[in-house]
């Protein structure tokens, strides 16, 4: 039973070993061949990186690439099947659309509300409050929980006498509704993903976005009280830009993060097929269902999506982002 | 600035500030004033709820769980739970594994990571800036798209099922993050201190460790807790790796415990149990180190 550690312990100090010895081996090799002292050591610092982005990044990637265009169950060789994965992915495969439809849909609410709802957070804490550190805390709390704990928590308190359904009675009353069933009505997983999915990336949010606000030289506060600006004005145009760097930041990384939930699904365990995320479902097709070529081919279509919204938020930068120092007022 | 502009402007200064005075104490300054707190306070209730009820449940009896409406307050308080969860299943290994994997995972990443950040922030080479930014670059590649290769190479060396493949790539600097946030730090450094090593005559090696390492310190203790909430919460990873039951990390094991309770009438009280398990140690450290956790998550956003 021992060996199984014994066996990784082993594993693990022959390649560190390896990669120490490896870093003086180069920067020996770079001065033998006369490159300068400074950059040999430079080299010799980052080669654990570039061995590590070889093998372990662009390796991969084009791996990848080769096997979306391969038939691959793991047993056997990959079979050179060119596009068809990808056609069959858009023509045949009913379940990528709705997939594709909820894991976008998620990101869509996710996004912006936990942007919009920490902002105001944020800008509620930075009005001199007292014991800003202890309410910091306290809202950063759940993000700091392990997605797992936090994704069986929600599935119980969604139950369908569960503890969101006492808090929203009243309001059933009102409208004369049904208490919803959250975890099996494929109309509701949308909406309960998004509840859990706020109550975490909330708090982290208002972290990042209040250290940002305290970051705004005060004297600029002061300028605009002078100029005789009032609260909502100075906020739209002092507080706002001043911050739009850091919500550029909040906003690419929430994207990145939203479109690659995997963990919550697996704990939740909704019983609708509608709520599957993408990586869920290439994590089925690739280790449950064997299909490691059509997997490939989705996790290639996930890149593009990432790319896509990275880029066309990075686009759109320059109309909203104001960085300081780069022109001037 | 003339006479006249410099009276101006300490006439409008006077005036701000009188006008600011005067503001604070008026009865609808006291209303944003409360308004504020009370927001707050509600932000907090929403915030802490699910916390509570996930300790409030942990404690509870079973025939408690659907009580309507809800019981706040366990009576009695069943500490058992805790003691039952835990014998449930292979609890104390699934521990051993987790602090096996997290503790190597976590070394091998720190050291990594700062050895290479020291290379970029001080070091001058050709390609450096073009390198750099590739580093970043690969923060946008989803993981899942390189999980197929990686896994196939792990298998061709028969490591799957052991716990190399969450371990021993972490010497391959698997945090590109990490190394942008420690070379922000290494950069305030005053380039002086090294030089007078230097001329002491120290070589790279004892720069690093004896005088660039404890200067970077806090910045090191910041992505430490970043790299052990991650190995501790790695639950993808686990999940395509390991196959047997004895080798599974608490969190895949939490998952397991879940998936076999509710074959079952569902013990919630439980599972909450095992939920708030997993949560503590994160918790504590996160009390104990919170300024790391707070300088680690807003370092990025601080300079785009």
Known sequence: MFSWYALTLTDYVVVGGAIIASMFLLHRVLRWLHVGREAATGYALILPWIIGFLVWNLGPFIASLYLSFTEYTILSPPTWIGVDNYVEMFTDDRRFWTVLRFTLGYSLFNVPLGLIGALLTATLLNQNVKGVGLWRTLFYLPAVLPAASTALLWRWMLGTDGLINFFLQPFYTLFNLDKPAWLTDPQMVLPAYIMMGLWGVFGANTVILLAGLKNIPRDLYDAAKIDGAGRISTYFNVTIPMLSSTLFYVLIIGIIGSLQTFTQAFFIKHTSRAGTFMNVYIYQEAFERNHMGYAAALGWIMLIIILLFTLLVFRSSPAWVYYEGERAR | MTTHEATT??????????????????????????????????????????????????????????????????????????????????????????????????????????????????????????????????????????????????????????????????????????????????????????????????????????????LVRPALLAIGVLSFQANWNNFEGALIYLNTLEKYPLVLGLQFFGDSLSREAPKWNLMMAMSTVMAAPILLLFFLAQRYFIEGLTVGSVKG
Do not use: C, H
């Not at chain 2, 997290?102 to 070394?107: D, N, P, R, S, V």
């Not at chain 2, 690969?138 to 493949?165: A, E, H, N, Q």
């Not at chain 2, 600097?173 to 990490?178: I, L, M, Q, R, Y």
């Open chain 2, 9 to 214: 402007t300490t006439a409008t200064l006077e005036r701000g500030r009188a006008a600011g005075r005067a503001r604070r104490g008026a009865p609808d300054e006291i209303a944003i004033r409360t308004l504020v707190y009370a927001l707050i306070l509600l932000g907090v209730a929403i915030v802490m709820v699910p916390f509570v009820w996930m300790l409030s449940t942990s404690l509870k009896s079973q025939s408690e769980l659907f009580v309507y409406p809800p019981q706040w307050i366990p009576t009695p308080v069943q500490w058992s739970n805790y003691k039952d969860a835990w014998q449930a299943l292979p609890f104390n290994r699934f521990l051993v594994n987790t602090l096996f994997m997290t503790l190597l995972a976590m070394f091998a990443e720190i050291f990594t990571a700062s050895i290479v950040a020291y290379g970029f922030a001080r070091f001058r080479f050709p390609l450096r800036n073009t390198l750099f930014v590739i580093l970043l670059s690969t923060m946008m590649l989803p993981g899942i798209l390189t999980l197929i290769p990686k896994f196939v190479m792990w298998r061709s060396v028969d490591r799957i099922d052991t716990f190399s493949p969450l371990t021993v790539g972490a010497w391959f600097v698997w945090g590109p993050s990490f190394v942008f946030l420690l070379r922000q730090f290494f950069m305030t450094i005053p380039r002086e201190i090294e030089e007078a090593a230097v001329v002491d005559g120290a070589n790279t090696v004892q720069i690093y460790w004896q005088i660039m390492l404890p």
